[in-house]
């Protein structure tokens, strides 16, 4: 027994150095340095009063034992400033795409951001989440990030090369930030995988809310739109959010010189509270491939808004023009390719029937465009494309107004797709207002023949439902009773109050002396506008 005993404690003891070692082998970031206003830094022990509200690069980190590691970044600016560094090149995690945003998801950016406090037009983000974890210099900016990453959703990241002696070195290979406020509990996992999915060593899962903060800035936030709308600024974020950072070696994954050729890819899952403004890896110990992304955009004549187009047919060409994949668009008009050698690409948009190219990456309108990989994420290769079906050709267009009767005549010359006009007006040329919707006469909304209009709309102001209503009144106080009175004065009172109701409706698009302004909105059967010229509305009074 008392072996077993012995046994027993002995083997408790290895339990909990195994659970220490593993629980401590993270490496804490305890500073960071970056290019913030030319030069800012930070520490656990001092956190720096300015807040940075913009974007800025990681410029070199310092860890608990006292070593700082340079990031590539701007070691120049670190000599001038007297400190003392091992030089190491470090890249954001290349990711190319994200699962369509939650509904607690946001795009965090500094409080300047895009040129002004707060919000400001035209809003400065775009709902391509992933550019937000990959921009700046190597991808290492620290003013933007995405918050509230969907939980469970996981991203590989395909290894090319893995330098042996680099396992256990203690240089940090894997760099993790956490930039919001947490919910404790919450566990982010990342590991290395096999060619089966397999896990390589251990997982690593590691809960923010215990790890110190070193540095804190200043956001403000935006809703992204799974529609493909502009994004939405939110008000009632904005404020300060805290910034903490780990490091770990290939060494605290388990990764040994045993099993590290069996590795094929980095593995990162998300916890739903998941606050990141990247993921950072050491680029002189681990060679990942890279990924090409854009969006097609979808631009409506005389639109407002600029939507990405779900369902195109995007393919990737190399050099030889041989198609090697072919993606489809996401509801917000992404595609991705990912894990890519370094060489020449081309990228080829098949143009969906019925629209054009009116925009390609390099401002022409060429469906296909040269791609080159080397060393780190190709975003940005973006389409922009327009239904030439929501082209009305519109012939003249003329409008009237006597007696408080809007009359309003025009001519389509063609109509391809249409569904219906909308009417406008506006009192001052700029902001308009829909008084009225026509139906097209063209069949199935389609005719390559002229078609007239014309529509006759009511602007009165009911001045004679007001005098009937006045008559009524008074007939029904001379002639019947008063139990007659009650039943015949909420009608009276309804038809008053209904000739208000429409006054107010229209009288504004016309103040004592001033003109209409008319235009003619061609709404198509998927939603998209185009817009008439604007004429001005002849007064007959």
């Known amino acids: 027994m008392k072996f077993f005993s012995r046994l027993l404690k002995r083997s408790f003891t290895i339990y909990l150095t195994l659970i220490v070692v593993y629980q401590s082998s993270a490496q804490q970031v305890v500073a960071v340095y970056t290019d913030f206003g030319g030069y800012w830094r930070s520490s656990v022990d001092t956190i720096n009063s300015i807040y940075p509200n913009n974007a800025h690069n990681l410029l070199a980190f310092r860890l608990a034992n006292g070593n700082t590691y340079a990031t590539g970044v701007n070691n120049a600016l670190l000599t001038s400033r007297n400190i003392n560094f091992t ?31 707060a919000n400001v037009q035209p809003v400065p983000v775009t709902n391509k989440l992933s550019d937000y974890l990959v921009d700046g210099i190597n991808g290492l900016a620290l003013g933007t990030g995405i918050y509230n990453l969907p939980a469970s959703s996981q991203i590989y990241y395909n290894i090319t090369s893995f330098r042996r002696s680099s396992i256990g070195d203690g240089v940090p290979d894997i760099v993790i930030t956490q930039m919001g406020q947490l919910t404790a509990g919450r566990f982010d996992s990342f590991r290395m995988v096999d060619a089966t999915g397999a896990t390589v060593g251990r997982a690593i899962s590691v809960d923010f809310s215990t790890i110190p903060v070193v540095a804190t800035g200043s956001f403000k936030f935006y809703t992204p739109q799974r529609s493909g709308a502009t994004p939405v600024y939110n008000a009632g974020l904005r404020g300060t959010r805290n910034l903490r950072m780990l490091a770990y070696d290939f060494a605290d994954f388990g990764v040994t010189t045993s099993n590290y050729t069996a590795i094929r890819s980095f593995s990162q899952r998300f916890s739903g509270v998941s606050d990141q403004a990247f993921v950072a890896y050491n680029a002189t110990a681990l060679r990942l491939l890279q990924p090409i992304s854009g969006t097609i955009y979808n631009s409506s004549a005389q639109s407002s808004e600029i939507k990405g187009y779900e369902g195109a047919i995007v393919s990737l060409l190399n ?40 925009k390609d990456p390099n401002n022409g309108t060429d469906s296909t465009t040269a791609v080159i990989v080397d060393e780190e994420p190709v975003t940005g290769v973006d389409f922009t494309i327009q239904n030439v079906s929501l082209d009305v050709d519109f012939g003249s267009i003329e409008a009237s107004i006597e007696n408080n009767q809007l009359q309003v005549n025009w ?131």
């Open 411 to 541: 001519e389509t010359l063609q109509e391809l797709n249409n569904a219906y006009f909308d009417i406008q007006l506006s009192a001052n040329g700029t902001d308009f207002e829909t008084v009225h919707t026509e139906r097209s006469k063209a069949p199935g909304g389609n005719s390559e023949m002229p078609i007239i209009y014309s529509v006759s709309v009511t602007m009165a102001k009911n001045s004679i439902a007001l005098g009937i209503a006045v008559l009524g009144l008074s007939f029904l106080l001379i002639r019947f009773k008063k139990r007659t009175l009650l039943f015949g004065l909420p009608i009276v009172l309804l038809i008053f109050l209904s000739s208000l109701s429409c006054q107010k409706s229209t009288n504004h698009l016309k103040p004592d002396g001033s003109h209409l302004f008319l235009r003619i909105a061609q709404v198509d059967k998927d939603g998209s506008k185009s817009l008439s010229k604007v004429v001005q509305v002849k007064n007959q009074e």
């Open 319 to 358: 050099e030889l023009g041989t198609v090697i994949e072919k993606d489809t668009t996401n509801a917000l008009g992404v595609y991705s390719f990912d894990n890519l050698e370094n060489s020449n690409y081309r990228i080829r948009l098949s143009t969906p029937t019925g629209y054009q190219i009116i």
């Open 87 to 117: 030089p190491r090149e470090y890249r954001a995690l290349p990711v190319s795409e994200l699962p369509l945003p939650g509904g607690d998801t946001y795009i965090g950016v500094g409080d300047l951001y895009g040129g002004g406090s």
